[in-house]
């Protein structure tokens, strides 16, 4: 296999345009921010995916220029069931889809929350709750349980059931609360890691069809921070890249937006 040639790499000046301080408001956290940066990239990626490659090279100008800027994309809102309540919903397609998204993205991708080592064997826990496996990575659902009802029942013995249900729920899985701030930290974690400026030059690498050597990746991405003995420069660890570019598809999509966007919603 050839080595890549260097006209098909991208060099330090090809983002002479990115400064780490421009994205420094990621770093405190704000929930709206974030919602409006993620979904811009995301509805990008989507034009991109669909062929839309001028489109996205004239809003990617945009970005350059102020990066956290909202490009003016809308939110869709979407539908609920008929039959849910405030605190009581149905568990529909789209949730199910998000659900489902995140199961995925568990440990070593294969629902390995759910495994159990017997003898040195890895076997599935058919026993085990979905909802467990998915909080232990993904904080946006410890706010919700997914139940299997029986509807021949009657409503008494529903009744019964569930608040035993509940009891013992709340006695075994912690229950975090505020999830709003839980969240304000992950996304600031995230901006101290450089997230989004990392997902806007592989997104312009891939519009110029083109590689960045880590050298570059590593000296756009390194921040200025202050600290006791003045300002210092700290620069990403190759493992730090290396759980950035796992991290995209996880943080840049629309159930992100809407997690982000539910947990603004929630008073008290």
Not at 204 to 211: E, N, V
Request: aromatic fraction near 8%.
């Amino acid at each position: 296999m050839g080595r890549t040639t260097k006209n098909r790499l991208m060099s330090a000046g090809d983002f002479s345009w990115l400064d780490r301080r421009n994205y420094m408001p990621l770093e405190t956290g704000d929930l709206h921010l974030w919602s409006t940066v993620i979904l811009d990239r995301v509805e990008l990626n989507r034009f991109l995916n669909a062929g839309e490659q001028q489109f996205v090279v004239e809003q990617f100008e945009k970005l350059k220029a102020a990066p956290l800027k909202p490009l003016g994309f809308g939110i869709s809102a979407r539908n609920t069931h008929p039959a849910s309540q405030g605190s009581v919903k149905v568990l529909t397609a789209g949730n199910h889809f998000a659900l489902t998204d995140s199961l995925s993205l568990t440990c070593d991708g294969t629902a390995g929350a759910l495994r159990d080592r017997t003898e040195n064997k890895s076997v599935i826990d058919y026993s085990s709750s979905v909802d467990e496996a998915v909080q232990q990575h993904d904080h946006a659902w410890c706010r919700y349980a997914h139940l299997q009802i029986d509807l021949h029942a009657t409503d008494k013995v529903l009744e019964e059931d569930f608040g035993r249900w509940l009891k013992a729920w709340k006695a075994q899985v912690p229950i975090q609360k505020p999830l709003k701030n839980l969240l304000q930290q992950k996304a600031a974690s995230w901006g101290a890691r450089g997230v989004v400026p990392y997902f806007d030059m592989q997104m312009l690498a891939r519009l110029r069809d083109k590689q960045i050597p880590r050298p570059v990746v590593t000296a756009r991405l390194t921040r200025r921070v202050q600290t006791s003995r003045g300002e210092q420069r700290e620069a990403p660890s190759r493992s730090a890249l290396d759980e950035l570019r796992g991290d995209l598809p996880r943080i840049f999509n629309s159930a992100t937006v809407h997690t982000f966007l539910n947990a603004l919603s929630v008073r008290g």
